[in-house]
């Protein structure tokens, strides 16, 4: 099925994967915190979720990915809290609060 996923289709798919990592490039290149940040793993021996910190003075980011094929209920009280947390960029336009999709991740400024 080349001529319907191939690169050029993926370069027009505002939803693509092509089109994930290039925000997520552009977003290096914007933000201090992403390059320079301190990194801190958080959640070493979850079976499913990534998820680490990067911090930069006052500024800190979340990052959180889940990265398997079954859906995932958010680990409250294990990650920092997300209030007026700010979603910068994510896999999913539909994502839901307190679980994280197959493969879903997501990249938060704190408060």
Same mark, same amino acid.
């Given at each position: ?41 958080? +959640? $070493? %021996? ?8 990067? *911090?930069?003075? @006052?500024? !800190?980011?979340?990052?959180? &990915? ?12 294990? +990650? $920092? %809290? ?8 994510? *896999?999913?336009? @539909?994502? !839901?609060?307190?679980?994280? &999709? ?10």
């Amino acid at each position: 099925n080349y001529a319907a996923i191939n690169a050029e289709q993926a370069r027009r798919d505002p939803g693509s994967v092509f089109a994930h990592v290039q925000k997520l490039i552009a977003l290096r290149h914007a933000d201090e915190t992403v390059r320079e940040g301190r990194f801190a793993l958080l +959640l $070493p %021996d979850h079976e499913q979720i990534w998820a680490f910190t990067r *911090t930069r003075g @006052d500024d !800190r980011l979340l990052v959180v &990915a889940n990265c398997s094929s079954l859906p995932c209920a958010w680990p409250v009280g294990q +990650l $920092p %809290d997300l209030t007026d947390a700010e979603l910068l960029l994510g *896999t999913h336009a @539909d994502a !839901r609060d307190g679980e994280l &999709a197959p493969w879903e991740s997501r990249i938060l400024r704190l408060a």
